[in-house]
């Protein structure tokens, strides 16, 4: 089981609001990014417990960049 | 002796009754078993009962050679004919893939053509059943000119009467072209599948391992090529769809679309929009239900639901009459245009325009998408389609801004200037040429750096800038907007703007036709 999150589009990690071991629900805000003149959340696509995070708050992200693993 | 009238009508019936069988029980129930009907049951799903005349059940295959000179091909594997769905015309066609295999032989290519000529001749819908192994390799030229002669005849009634193809098997080759010269496409799950090449040419050509599934089903086409324009669960829910389909289209371009008494009321104040669309231009929303508030109850039928998100197309009636609808959605990429789905949308305007269906613009949208990826995408000729395809659409446009409407985007989803007959406004409305943040960066530059707390000039810069220009009050002192309205007014001030408008002629320029940005 587990997933990977991915970037929705181009832009902006505004706030990253898990950290690595936390425990997530399915549908849990886990980034604010930022584009195309709009805040908008990243939510988790699975339960499970953070494995990875590969951005930080302020980097550029591409769609579908790998923003972090869920186990 | 010469024989009986009871004689000749119990060879003639028995002789149709044989023709009809196809290619027989047997050959039926092995497609029962792959959860397909066969041609005559989805016929007969089609159209209104005992309404459908077939022609042609008595035309013969060509083959001479091969040992196919013996061989009896019933129909030559497709049924053609006239029936009514929902008591209408309707021109069908439907291939039997238990007459060898639904191939496409010259008299089977023949038979399509004669009905699509019919189709456009008569002003009719035509309803395409596709399912077939492809080309009939032993007729070569015969089926490769008839390929060529049925793409002739899309071409020919495109924009005269609505076509719509329905994939309930494979279609493969050269035949994959003649859906995509149609308007609308349906597959079905599982038992459908298109492509230019199946999978045994494609490892032989191109050395890549694939299957019919990922190569060309209707997860790809729904989702990945924007080809098909709906996935239904089988056959039946197909058919039932396409019946839908068709009673939101007239019959030809000469004629208007179906009006039907609404049992929704006209007067229905819509103050659930005040829940649905957030003030905080932060928070997203999906335009999905907004529609779904303004429309007549239960009337929305949308098209390319899967394919390019950020865009959502599709029919619906206010006050009984037919629009199309185009709205930005938010929920991707916060409603930005990318090229997928300015493909999508220039294309549905294209059709609403050809048969004389009002469009209803509801804009959320922060521009045309960029950064490399996009520009890289061809954003600017994509782009261009929308425009183009707005600018030339002679129907009634109606356009609501409802949140955001920025630069290219505000032009590109139907403004005045693009030719919209009347423009609202939410009083969250944004219109603009620039966003705050890009113009008082320009602007204030100098200022910003030389201050002792630039964060604070900024905002202050941006706040200034907002309460003087990016909102509604000033689009419509300039007559942008032809008013500014609560939401709880929305669905009643566009049915009273699509009554006003629904007679509207206007002619276009003299010419062959214009060269549309592809």
């Known amino acids: 089981m587990g997933c990977k999150v991915l970037a929705p589009m181009v832009g902006k990690i505004v706030k990253v609001k898990v950290k690595v071991g936390d425990k997530v629900e399915r549908d849990q805000e886990i980034f604010v990014m930022e584009s195309m003149k709009l805040e908008s959340s990243v939510f988790s ?18 769609e579908d960049d790998l923003l972090a693993i869920i186990e | 002796m010469e024989k009986t009238w009871r004689e000749l009508i119990e060879e003639l019936e028995a002789r149709k009754a044989h023709l009809r069988e196809g290619g027989g029980k047997e050959l039926q129930e092995k497609e029962h078993a792959k959860g397909k009907l066969t041609a005559r049951e989805r016929i007969d799903l089609l159209c209104d009962p005992e309404t459908f005349e077939e022609y042609d059940l008595f035309a013969t295959h060509i083959g001479r050679d091969y040992g196919l ?83 002739y005849r899309h071409i020919q009634a495109s924009g005269v009467v609505p076509q719509i193809a329905l994939i309930m098997g494979p279609v493969a080759g050269g035949q994959a072209y003649s859906p995509a010269l149609m308007d609308f496409i349906f597959m079905v799950e599982k038992t459908s599948s298109m492509f230019i090449a199946g999978p045994p040419l494609v ?125 930005n959605n938010p929920i991707k990429y916060n409603g930005a245009l990318d090229y997928n789905a300015s493909d999508k949308g220039s294309r549905f305007i294209r059709f609403c325009d050809a048969f004389n269906i009002p ?56 403004s005045k200037d693009l030719g919209a007959d009347v423009v609202y406004a939410l009083p969250t409305a944004e219109i603009c040429l620039m966003g705050p943040q890009g113009a008082v960066n320009i602007l204030f530059r100098k200022e910003i750096a030389a201050s002792p707390d630039p964060e604070r000039t900024r905002a202050e810069r941006e706040a200034e800038f907002m309460a003087k220009y990016v909102n509604p009050t000033y689009a419509a002192s300039l007559q942008h907007v032809d008013d500014i309205i609560q939401p709880a007014e929305l669905r009643i001030k566009l049915i009273r703007a699509l009554e006003m408008t629904i007679n509207k002629v206007e002619k276009s320029p003299d010419r062959k036709h214009g060269i549309t940005p592809v």
């Open chain 2, 203 to 327: 490892e032989a050509v191109v050395y890549e391992k694939t299957d019919e599934q990922s190569l060309g089903g209707p997860d790809v086409h729904a989702r990945i090529t924007g080809v098909s324009d709906g996935t239904w669960a089988d056959d039946r829910e197909c058919l039932a769809k396409t019946r839908e389909l068709l009673s939101y289209l007239p019959l030809n371009n000469k004629e208007r679309p179906p009006y039907l008494v609404p049992e929704d009321s006209p007067d229905r104040r819509t103050p659930e929009l005040e829940e649905i669309i957030p003030t905080d231009q932060k928070r997203l929303y999906n335009m999905r239900k907004v529609i779904e508030v303004i429309v007549d109850r239960g009337s929305f039928f949308e098209i390319k639901k899967e394919f390019a998100t950020n865009l959502i197309v599709g029919f619906a009636r206010l006050n009984g009459h037919v629009v199309g609808i185009v709205a």
């Open chain 2, 69 to 151: 000179d013996k061989k009896e091909l019933p129909a030559d594997g497709v049924i053609i004919g006239f029936g009514k769905v929902n008591g209408r015309g309707c021109m069908v066609y439907a291939e039997d893939f238990t007459v060898v295999a639904g191939t496409f032989g010259e008299r089977h290519g023949k038979k399509i053509c004669k009905i699509i000529d019919m189709a456009r001749t008569y002003g009719y819908p035509v309803v395409g059943i596709n399912d077939s192994g492809g080309a009939r390799v032993t007729e070569q030229m015969g089926a490769l000119s008839q390929y060529g002669q049925l793409f």
């Open chain 1, 45 to 62: 696509p699975c339960s499970g417990t953070i494995k990875e995070i590969k951005v930080s708050e302020g980097d550029r992200i591409e």
């Open chain 2, 359 to 414: 469009l209803i613009n509801l804009q959320d949208v922060p521009g045309f998408l960029i950064g490399t990826k996009s520009e890289h995408n061809g954003i600017i000729r994509h782009g261009a389609k929308m425009l183009y395809a707005y600018g030339e659409a002679t129907v009634p446009k109606i356009t609501c801004v409802v949140r955001k409407a920025y630069a290219g985007g505000y032009l590109a989803m139907c």
